[in-house]
């Protein structure tokens, strides 16, 4: 199960940081990434972190602008954005798969609800 937290209404140029907690999976190693949808869009990967040695990547569209972290332990990850741009607008999900990311795919064994994220200019 993954559970997002921290979605919400920002104005051009804030901030907003999003949470995503994993439960119920046993693997050590595992990725979870980051994906967004906006109204009659593609869903876009956005970032993804590997537990094995927290290394992360990003989306084009995002480096620069937002940073994930995450917590193993808790099996928490973080997506911390900033500057935001009204094109950030988009429902965000989180997604586990074991193992480590790979730039491009969207295989992920379990996806979230989605939380929304609203950017007005």
């Known amino acids: 199960q993954l559970v997002e937290s921290g979605g919400g209404l920002v104005q051009a140029g804030g901030s907003l940081n999003l949470s995503c907690t994993a439960s119920?999976?046993?693997?050590?190693?595992?990725?979870i990434g980051w994906f967004r949808q906006a109204p009659g869009k593609e869903r876009e990967g956005v970032s993804c972190f590997s537990s094995a040695d927290s290394s992360t990547i990003y989306g084009d569209t995002v480096k620069g602008r937002f940073t994930m972290s995450g917590d193993n332990a808790k099996k928490t990850v973080y997506l911390q954005m900033n500057n935001l741009e009204p094109e950030d607008t988009a429902v965000y999900y989180c997604?586990?798969?074991?193992?480590?990311?790979?730039?491009?795919?969207?295989?992920?064994?379990?996806w979230g609800q989605g939380t929304q994220v609203t950017v007005s200019s």
């Open positions: 119920g999976f046993t693997q050590s190693y595992y990725a």
């Open positions: 997604a586990f798969r074991p193992g480590f990311c790979i730039a491009g795919t969207m295989q992920y064994d379990s």
